[in-house]
């Protein structure tokens, strides 16, 4: 696969319209414009960087077609811009869609829970199918995780609100579902098309399938690995290899998500030392997805970090052990507080994170439920922290780990 991220630095006074700004030289929340990147289509565009920025990032890779520039009547099909640079191998992973919700986060929701509900019936499925020795139906894995997807492309908030708040004794389960969860939200955020985002999904849903032939007591282990058990363990990414070939599992994404999502990008990882370019572009994203997560899931040895806490972490070790540009990506996929975040307000009340509010990416919509003293209310209280009533102001203070002040919100929301 020969496609990659390709930036470029320049000045704001050399933009030119047609040019894709991935990258700012400051922080985006410090900014008016979106996460997602900003399309120069006019020179009030440009005015408006140079009043922010001294120079940003231009994704080469991603042009701006003439039909965001002129009207339609005015675009004819031979005027859409050629791809510069490499020609990706596969064209399903050049970042041309701009999703944008179709459904708001609560008609959304019926929706997003019945297609919570068919993905991990496949899950649990599917671990006692691998244990009892069976191979996975490429078929049914595409029926399970469709409906993830198209709820994702419907509304980037509902779906991953419904998985946020689910409890699952099984940590490779929980894993699973939710690498499979963010896999399908950053293949929308960058764009790729509906087919390829299914495979991310299916390939996030199986990274760790390769574990179901470890034995039990290391899987269960309630401490750190000693050095023999962690060589068995690394093991997991061939034995995963394995039993997508004995499935007959051929997509190439999957492929490339199970077999390299151990790799970094210095070449540290395993289970080849791969580095770079040379570890496929969805093996790169998959390592992201996985260390985040796992960093937010707690484990008998050790207890969850925030969603934001992890986020820092990652972007610490961006350029080292994971790619910058995609770290970077990553972030402005999940935002500044991830959808599920247990975070702290100015008032002393805590809340979860509910909606992102993409104007305002710092005043998400949440659900408060504590008062000033912790004690949790006897029901929430719904609020969009961008359209207060007047005279009240709360704000995000900080963010929480899982499990703060003995706060379960799925308590409120789906006991």
């Known amino acids: 696969m020969a496609y990659d991220l ?50 940003v990032f231009v994704d080469t890779q991603r042009q701006v077609t003439p039909s965001r520039l002129m009207p339609p009547s005015v675009v004819k099909p ?32 019926p929706r997003a829970r019945e297609a919570f509900e068919t993905v991990s019936k496949f899950a649990e499925q599917l671990v006692a199918d691998i244990h009892a020795g069976k191979s996975i139906d490429p078929q049914a894995l595409d029926d399970a995780v469709r409906p993830m997807v198209a709820s994702v492309l419907r509304s980037g908030d509902a779906f991953f609100w419904i998985e946020s708040l689910r409890r699952h004794d099984s940590y490779t389960f929980r894993h ?39 034995p039990r007591e290391i899987l269960e282990r309630e401490g750190p690995l000693n050095d023999m058990e962690w060589d068995l363990a690394r093991h997991h990414v061939e034995e995963g290899g394995a039993i997508l070939d004995a499935s007959g599992v051929t997509d190439p994404e999957v492929r490339d998500m199970v077999l390299t999502h151990h790799e970094r990008f210095d070449g540290t990882g395993y289970p080849d030392g791969l580095a770079g370019t040379a570890i496929p572009l969805v093996g790169r994203m998959a390592a992201i997805i996985d260390t985040y997560h796992a960093m937010c899931t707690p484990r008998p040895y050790r207890p969850a970090v925030s969603q934001h806490l992890a986020l820092r972490q990652l972007y610490q070790g961006r350029d080292r052990e994971y790619q910058g540009e995609l770290v970077e990506q990553f972030q402005a996929c999940l935002g500044v507080y991830p959808t599920g975040s247990l975070v702290e307000l100015n008032t002393g009340e805590v809340a979860v994170v509910m909606v992102q509010n993409q104007s305002r990416r710092l005043q998400p919509r949440v659900a408060i439920l504590t008062g000033a003293d912790k004690v949790e209310l006897d029901d929430f209280r719904i609020v969009d922290l961008m359209r207060q009533a007047e005279g009240v102001h709360r704000e995000i203070q900080r963010t929480l780990p899982a499990g703060s002040y003995g706060i379960d919100p799925s308590e409120y929301f789906l006991a």
Request: charged share 20%; net charge negative.
């Open 78 to 109: 031979a005027a859409v811009v050629a791809p510069t640079a490499r020609v990706p191998l596969n064209t399903r992973l050049v970042t041309q869609h701009a999703y944008t919700d179709t459904a708001s986060f609560d008609d959304e929701m």
């Open 176 to 214: 699973a579902v939710g690498c499979s969860t963010l896999a399908a939200s950053f293949g929308r955020h960058m764009g790729f098309n509906g087919d390829a985002i299914v495979s991310l999904a299916a390939g996030g849903l199986l990274m760790d399938v390769g574990k179901a032939q470890l």
């Open 6 to 55: 390709v930036e470029r630095r320049v000045f704001v006074s050399d933009l030119q319209i047609g040019m894709f700004v991935s990258r700012l030289d400051c922080e985006w929340s410090d900014t008016p414009f979106p996460l997602q990147g900003v399309p120069i289509t006019s020179r009030e565009d440009i005015d408006n960087l140079a009043k922010f920025c001294k120079y």
